[in-house]
């Protein structure tokens, strides 16, 4: 395709040029994503994507089949045949409609010639990877990456990320030697800007994998430079593997200006709580018995669900675990009134309130808490208006954020925690939510829960 020019404003005096080297489906770049202002003194700058669901509510079958595209222009990598069902998941990602037809119709659609391990990077991408994986019948296993500390597992990997804020990423499984099965590993994130994180964990995985030779990064965004993807190509001939990049749109930036940041942000919230109600889950759940660490040092005793993937899935688990969810979600839909609901799911547990979400019907919308410090206006055009911030409710003594919760009127907002390590943060959260919106504030806890009489 013709290259495209765009220049793109993000504050006053501030701006990014991009240029778009492929686009295969064409879609315009705020179909993918917007741009804001990040406190970090690295990178002052985010792709706010418009397709996840993490700092931007969405349809929650948004970010299912923006990794069902994924999933399918992989299956075109590998096979050379394009799958019939890409224009449809592309139209409803454009056009925002049949997107329940078309998610429904796509999940585990394609098949597999070998073993493949896909790998979510947290905390962005653990969904994202997740869907990926969705899309596939068979001899497909996920795990996801975690920043969480669990004191009595060993890691079967540990890798480090660069330009984060939370630089250590980790896999914990229980089954290596499942894993270890594989014949090929693909690596999903939402955006590769360098390509180092990926050297680094495939570097550390060929130590585990000496016998797989074949490598696949996917992403929704892919801005490596000519130089930086000339590098993998060594680094192919030098461990004497392949390293492929399958990418919805991939391209260069730079950015010019310097941005002029405020004080006004807020600070971690500390009004007074209310007393909390849990919503128990009357559905008995899968989960795995492990203490982690917070950054503040504070134990988390509560359990970890199976469902994530955190620990290792098979095609054959995850579609078990899917009917699960689904029991859930019936549950949930007794407490949904007319009006609009929103989902929120916290930091790398995304997935499950996602898919949980899609099954609550029409007018459902979901995004997650996030670690990500975006500055926040309410200049007019500018992304991201208005935030909370808190402690994150899993791992205490992280600063979370919420973001735009006030971007439309809802009537339910569902709070899904996986495992609360202190209710008074929580309760804190939800007198936050309770102020910002009119809306029935129902907190999910997944380790509360009750058989139904």
């Not at 359990?303 to 688990?317: D, E, I, N, W």
Request: glycine fraction near 4%; include cysteine; charge should be negative.
């Amino acid at each position: 395709m013709q290259q495209q020019m765009s220049k793109l404003s993000i504050l006053p005096d501030y701006s990014i040029d991009i240029e778009i080297t492929h686009n295969p489906h064409n879609f315009a770049l705020t179909d993918l994503f917007k741009m804001a202002a990040r406190i970090n003194k690295k990178r002052q700058f985010l792709f706010v994507s418009t397709v996840l669901g993490k700092h931007l509510a969405v349809r929650p079958q948004v970010p299912l089949l923006t990794g069902t595209l994924l999933a399918m222009m992989y299956h075109q990598h590998l096979t050379g045949q394009k799958v019939a069902a890409s224009s449809a998941v592309v139209k409803a990602l454009k056009e925002g409609a049949d997107l329940s037809e078309v998610q429904n119709s796509t999940e585990g659609s394609l098949e597999l010639a070998q073993e493949t391990l896909f790998i979510g990077f947290a905390e962005t991408a653990t969904a994202l990877g997740h869907a990926v994986f969705n899309a596939y019948d068979s001899k497909a296993m996920y795990i996801h990456t975690t920043r969480e500390v669990l004191p009595d597992f060993e890691p079967f990997v540990t890798f480090e990320e660069e330009h984060s804020h939370a630089t250590s990423h980790r896999i914990y499984t229980e089954e290596p030697e499942v894993l270890l099965q594989a014949k090929r590993i693909v690596l999903i994130d939402d955006e590769i800007t360098t390509g180092n994180t990926v050297i680094n964990i495939i570097q550390t995985l060929r130590q585990k994998f000496p016998l797989v030779k074949q490598y696949a990064v996917l992403s929704i965004l892919d801005w490596r430079s000519e130089q930086q993807q000339k590098i993998f190509q060594q680094l192919e001939e030098q461990w004497g593997i392949s390293i492929t990049f399958t990418s919805i749109i991939c391209g260069h930036f730079n950015c010019s200006g310097i941005p002029s940041l405020t004080s006004t942000q807020p600070n971690i919230l500390t009004q007074p709580t209310n007393n909390l109600t849990l919503w128990p889950i009357q559905e008995s759940i899968d989960r795995k018995f492990y203490r982690s660490i917070a950054e503040n040092k504070f134990v988390n005793s509560q359990p970890y669900l199976v469902a994530t993937g955190r620990f290792m899935l098979t095609s054959k688990q995850h579609f078990q675990q899917k009917k699960m969810l689904q029991t859930i979600a019936k549950q949930l839909q007794k407490l949904r009134t007319d009006g609009p609901a929103l989902v929120i799911g916290t930091g790398e547990f995304m997935y499950v309130p996602m898919q949980i979400a899609s099954y609550l019907g029409n007018d459902v919308y979901f995004q997650s808490t996030t670690r990500s410090p975006i500055y926040c206006t309410d200049d007019l055009g500018y992304t991201i208006t208005e935030k909370i911030a808190f402690e994150s409710p899993e791992n205490n003594g992280v600063d979370n954020y919420l973001y735009n919760i006030q971007s439309q009127s809802y009537t339910e907002l569902f709070f899904m925690v996986e495992r609360i390590a202190s209710k008074e943060v929580v309760a804190r959260v939800v007198n936050e939510l309770q102020i910002l919106s009119n809306a029935k504030v129902y907190v999910i806890c997944m380790h509360e829960w009750e058989v139904e009489q």
